[in-house]
C-alpha cells in the first residue's frame, strides 16, 4: 500500500520535495516502530529499564533537589502593580495602571 501511495505521489509531483518529505516521514516512522532499530539502538533500552527508579526513590530525589518558594532576586525590581480599574483589580506595569485611569492598589 506504501509502495502504491509512493508511486502515485511521485507521478503527480515531479520535481517536488514531496518525496524527500516521503523518506524523511518514513526514517521518522522507522525510529518509533522498533522494525528499523539497529542492534546498539536496541540495547540502549534494555539499560535504561536497569536504571529506573522506584517512585519513592524518585520522589525522594525531586524533594532532594527542590528550592524552596522564597521571592526570585529580581522580583524587587519588577513593575508590576495591583491596579484597580472600574471596580475590578488587574495586575499590570505602573505604567499601564496611570495610562489606563486606574488606582494602584497595595504597595
Known sequence: MRVLVVILASCLCWGCFVLDEIDAGQKEMNRYDGKGRTKESSEAPAQGKAETLSPKDRMRQWWNSARTLSPRADDAKSDVVS?????????????????????????
Open 83 to 107: 491596579c484597580k480599574i472600574a471596580g475590578t483589580v488587574r495586575f499590570m506595569s505602573q505604567g499601564d495602571c496611570q495610562n489606563s485611569g486606574g488606582r494602584i492598589v497595595g504597595g
